[in-house]
C-alpha cells in the first residue's frame, strides 16, 4: 500500500499493533515465476522467533505445515526469481549480493494475521492512533515545515493536514519507521504466506531501487512487510511516485522533508484527491432509518442524505451539499455514522482499511482544530476475535451469504452478508458484528 496494508509499517512502542500498521496501497500483478534450478548460494532456514503456530486467518498457506514447507523451499524460491528481477534491470551483481546468505524471517508470520484494522475495534484503533501526542507533535510539525507544506500544497493540491497525519501514524513523525532490512522482508513475504504474489513484486521493487541508487542498503530499513521511510512507502510506490523536490538529483525521502512531502502528495494526486473537498463528515443515523443504504456502493449527494434524515453531529450545515457520498456505520446503530466523500477512498488506496482511513481523516481533522467526535462508541460490546469473525464469515456463507472469504477480516462484503442475514432474522441490519448475531447465527 504504499501500506494497506496493509497495512495495513510502525514497530516499535506498540509492538504488534504498530508494527502493522504498512502503507500497502497498490498491488502490482507480478511477473510469473519459472522454476529453475538452484546452485548458486547456500541457505538456510531461521525459524528464531517464530510461534511455530499456524495463522489466525486459517488461510492454507498459513498453516504452521505450509510455512515450515515454504521457509524449507526458500532457496529455490528466491533464485527462480531472478529473472523476473532482470527483466525489469536488476543486475545479476545486485541480485547476488542483495540474496547471498538470505534466510527467511519468519516471526513475520505471526505479524501477518495480526493486524489491528481487523483485529481491533474501531474506536480503539482511532484511540490508539489519534492520541494527544500525536495532534501536539502535529501541529509543531506543520509550523516547523511550514514553507515546504506551502509548496507543496501549492504544487500538488493535498491538504496538508492529511500528510501530516500520513506522517504521524505512519512513522509517528519519523520517531518510529522500523529496523527490518526490506529486502529480506519482502523476500520472506514473496516465498512464505498467503500474499506472495504482491510481495514477489515489493521484493523486485526493493532491488530496483538499490540497482538505480535511489536508496542505499543501510537505509532501506522499514516494517516488517517492507514498508520504509517517513511516510512508509511500499517499494513500489516509492518507484512510481517517488520525486526530486529540493532539486539535489535524488528522490530522497528518508532525509528530506521536501522529497517526502512531495512524493506522499504525487501518490495522492495521482490517485485522484480532490483539492478543497474533505475525507467526510461525522453524522447523526436517524432512529428506524434503513441500515441497509449503508453500503459502500450506495452513494448519493449530501442533500439526499440529508431528506433521509441524516444531519451533521455538529449540527453545522454541510458546506457542499452536491458532493457524492456514502454512509459507514462501523458501530451499526449503536455508534457514530459518517459520510464518506470521494477523497476518503482516495485515503484507502494508501491502505484499504476504512478503520486506518477513518484514523487519517480525524487526526487531520484535530490537527486543523476540529474536535473530538461528537457520538459515543458502543465500549460495552466486546470485539469477536479473529477466529470468532472467521467463523462468522464460515456460518453466513453456509447460510448461502457471500462474506467475501472466511479470513476474519471485515471488510464491505462481509459487513452486507450481516445486513442481509439481519434483515432476515428480524434483527436491525445495520452490519454490526456483534456476539448476539454470532449466537444466532450458530443457533439458526
Known amino acids: 500500500m504504499s501500506r494497506r496494508s496493509i497495512s495495513w509499517g510502525v514497530p516499535a512502542a506498540a509492538a504488534v499493533i504498530a508494527?502493522?500498521?504498512?502503507?500497502?496501497?497498490?498491488?502490482?500483478?507480478?511477473?510469473?515465476?519459472?522454476?529453475?534450478?538452484?546452485?548458486?548460494?547456500?541457505?538456510?532456514?531461521?525459524?528464531?522467533?517464530?510461534s511455530g503456530q499456524s495463522g489466525a486467518s486459517g488461510h492454507p498457506q498459513m498453516t504452521a505445515d505450509a510455512i515450515q514447507n515454504a521457509a524449507a523451499n526458500?532457496?529455490?524460491?528466491?533464485?527462480?526469481?531472478?529473472?523476473?528481477?532482470?527483466?525489469?534491470?536488476v543486475s545479476r551483481a545486485t541480485f547476488d549480493?542483495?540474496?547471498?546468505?538470505?534466510?527467511?524471517?519468519?516471526?513475520?508470520?505471526?505479524?501477518?494475521?495480526?493486524?489491528?484494522?481487523?483485529?481491533?475495534?474501531?474506536?480503539?484503533?482511532?484511540?490508539?492512533?489519534?492520541?494527544?501526542?500525536?495532534?501536539?507533535?502535529?501541529?509543531?510539525?506543520?509550523?516547523?515545515?511550514?514553507?515546504?507544506?506551502d509548496v507543496v500544497e501549492r504544487t500538488y493540491g493535498v491538504d496538508?493536514?492529511?500528510?501530516?497525519?500520513?506522517?504521524?501514524?505512519?512513522?509517528?513523525?519519523?520517531?518510529?519507521?522500523?529496523?527490518?532490512?526490506?529486502?529480506?522482508?519482502?523476500?520472506?513475504?514473496?516465498?512464505?504466506?498467503?500474499r506472495q504474489d504482491y510481495f514477489?513484486?515489493?521484493?523486485?521493487a526493493a532491488l530496483e531501487l538499490l540497482e538505480r541508487r535511489d536508496v542505499r542498503p543501510e537505509q532501506l530499513k522499514g516494517s516488517w512487510a517492507g514498508a520504509f521511510g517517513p511516510t512508509q512507502f511500499m517499494p513500489t510506490v516509492y518507484k512510481n511516485h517517488a520525486v526530486d523536490a529540493d532539486g539535489d538529483g535524488h528522490r530522497d525521502m528518508i532525509n528530506s522533508v521536501?522529497?517526502?512531502?512531495?512524493?506522499?502528495?504525487?501518490?495522492?494526486?495521482?490517485?485522484g484527491w480532490e483539492s478543497g473537498q474533505s475525507w467526510g463528515y461525522e453524522v447523526v443515523v436517524p432512529k428506524n432509518f434503513n441500515y441497509l443504504l449503508a453500503d459502500r456502493l450506495r452513494q448519493m449527494t449530501i442533500a439526499e442524505w440529508e431528506r433521509l434524515g441524516i444531519r451533521r453531529a455538529?449540527?453545522?450545515p454541510f458546506p457542499r451539499p452536491g458532493d457524492r457520498a456514502y454512509l459507514f456505520v462501523p458501530a451499526g446503530s449503536q455508534g457514530p455514522g459518517f459520510l464518506m466523500l470521494h477523497n476518503f477512498r482516495v485515503?484507502?488506496?494508501?491502505?484499504?482499511?476504512?478503520?486506518?482511513?477513518?484514523?487519517?481523516?480525524?487526526?487531520?481533522d484535530r490537527l486543523r482544530g476540529g474536535d473530538a467526535f461528537v457520538q459515543a462508541w458502543p465500549r460495552h460490546e466486546r470485539v469477536l476475535s479473529l477466529s470468532e469473525r472467521a467463523e462468522m464469515q464460515q456460518l453466513l456463507a453456509r447460510r448461502g451469504y457471500d462474506a467475501g472469504g472466511a479470513d476474519g477480516r471485515f471488510g464491505a462484503k462481509t459487513r452486507a452478508a450481516i445486513r442481509d442475514y439481519q434483515a432476515a432474522a428480524g434483527l436491525v441490519p445495520d452490519g454490526f458484528a456483534t456476539q448476539t448475531v454470532l449466537a444466532r447465527l450458530r443457533g439458526s
Not at 160 to 187: C, D, F, N, Q
Not at 200 to 204: Q, S
Request: hydrophobic residues 40%; proline residues 4%.
Open 200 to 204: 514477489r513484486n515489493e521484493f523486485i
Open 74 to 89: 526458500f532457496q529455490r524460491c528466491i533464485e527462480g526469481l531472478y529473472p523476473a528481477a532482470a527483466r525489469r534491470g
Open 258 to 271: 521536501p522529497d517526502m512531502l512531495a512524493s506522499t502528495s504525487n501518490f495522492f494526486r495521482r490517485n
Open 19 to 50: 508494527a502493522a500498521l504498512n502503507a500497502g496501497c497498490t498491488q502490482i500483478a507480478s511477473d510469473s515465476i519459472p522454476t529453475a534450478s538452484v546452485g548458486r548460494t547456500a541457505f538456510a532456514q531461521d525459524t528464531s522467533g517464530w
Open 314 to 316: 455538529s449540527d453545522k
Open 347 to 364: 485515503i484507502m488506496r494508501y491502505n484499504p482499511a476504512e478503520a486506518y482511513a477513518l484514523a487519517i481523516g480525524h487526526l487531520a
Open 160 to 194: 496538508r493536514h492529511i500528510l501530516t497525519a500520513i506522517w504521524g501514524i505512519e512513522s509517528k513523525y519519523s520517531t518510529m519507521g522500523g529496523e527490518r532490512p526490506v529486502v529480506r522482508s519482502t523476500a520472506t513475504l514473496a516465498c512464505v504466506g498467503r
Open 97 to 149: 549480493e542483495q540474496t547471498r546468505g538470505l534466510t527467511p524471517e519468519l516471526k513475520i508470520m505471526d505479524l501477518v494475521d495480526a493486524q489491528p484494522e481487523f483485529t481491533k475495534s474501531v474506536w480503539e484503533y482511532v484511540d490508539l492512533l489519534v492520541s494527544e501526542d500525536r495532534i501536539r507533535r502535529g501541529r509543531e510539525i506543520l509550523a516547523e515545515h511550514r514553507a515546504a507544506f
